[in-house]
């Protein structure tokens, strides 16, 4: 489709098998023929249960791996390396331990070649935009992990970046943080603009943050159904989560991802079966 910010279109993406256990001596097909647009500005999830290609994916736009067959599009063009119009987040941190929060931002300022004396204004900006700004010269050790994931993400967002790449970025904080990272990236996203991919494998996670939400099936991953999530108006005292709409979106993508689980856990059957058999 034209128009899309990013577009995966017929994506396949193979791998040898680390060991011979999935086909006798064969690939892994992580990815098969997946196509799904990205629209500039939106806020899209993928959901999928575990190990059904969704890290493949993101990947794959970051321009950290090559399609096997077909193609990523950013703007049209096809993603051939990582690029500063693409920022990536991971669920482990990578922060550089030997800098200072503010250090770690100023990190992709540097990369894009911000004048030095721009980059104390960008850094100390964004670190406010995190809710960061007094922990300024902090060292990754002293903070907690909700903390160092605020810190990646400002670093994402300092170079401005059209698009926030987000693979799992929250699946190792704790329930609480992770409520309000999720509140505060939904405030970032609404005020940046930026459009933004996020992996989770989390249904909750998913229909919060989610404007639009692609259900992947089980490996070989394709996109199953894209959902549009509608919250409607809601009074701002009340718990979003426990509405109607939210139960019913859950519901919608639950019962997507068990048939999927499902499906999976048949085809794994018969080779389990072959392997448990007594030689001879
Ligand atoms: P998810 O993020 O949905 O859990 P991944 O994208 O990490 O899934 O992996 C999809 C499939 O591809 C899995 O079966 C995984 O084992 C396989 N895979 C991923 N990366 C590699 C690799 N570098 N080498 C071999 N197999 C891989």
Not at 32 to 40: K, S
Not at 95 to 121: C, I, Q, S, Y
Not at 216 to 222: D, L
Not at 232 to 257: C, K, M, N, Y
């Amino acid at each position: 489709m034209s128009g899309d910010k990013v577009l995966f279109d017929q994506v396949s993406k193979t791998f040898d098998a680390r060991t011979g256990r999935r086909t006798p001596g064969g690939a892994v097909t992580a990815l098969d023929r997946l196509t799904l647009g990205v629209r500039p500005g939106e806020f899209l999830v993928v959901v999928g249960p575990s190990g059904c290609g969704k890290s493949t994916l993101l990947d794959l736009a970051g321009g950290l791996s090559r399609a096997t067959a077909g193609q990523v599009l950013v703007n049209g063009r096809p993603v051939t390396g990582p690029g500063l119009d693409r920022g990536i987040v991971f669920q482990q941190y990578a922060l550089l331990p030997w800098r200072t929060a503010a250090g770690n931002v100023a990190f992709g300022l540097e990369a894009k070649g911000v004048p030095r004396a721009d980059r104390a204004d960008l850094v100390a900006q964004h670190l406010d935009l995190v809710g960061l700004g007094a922990f300024a010269g902090h060292y990754p050790h002293q903070l907690s992990g909700g903390m160092k994931q605020r810190v990646a993400i400002a670093r994402s967002l300092a170079y401005d970046p059209d698009i926030l790449l987000m693979d799992e970025p929250f699946a190792a904080l704790d329930a609480q943080t992770r409520d309000s990272l999720q509140d505060e990236l939904v405030r970032i996203w609404e005020r940046t603009g930026k459009t933004i991919i996020f992996i989770t494998h989390a249904i909750d996670e998913a229909v919060y943050l989610g404007r639009r939400v692609a259900v992947m099936t089980s490996r070989p991953g394709r996109i199953k159904q894209v959902i549009d999530v509608e919250l409607g108006d809601l009074d701002a005292a009340e718990d979003v989560r426990s509405s109607d709409a939210f139960r019913h979106h859950r519901h919608q993508i639950w019962t997507l991802l068990r048939d999927e689980v499902r499906a999976a856990q048949a085809a794994e059957r018969p080779t389990l079966r072959r392997q448990e058999a007594p030689v001879g």
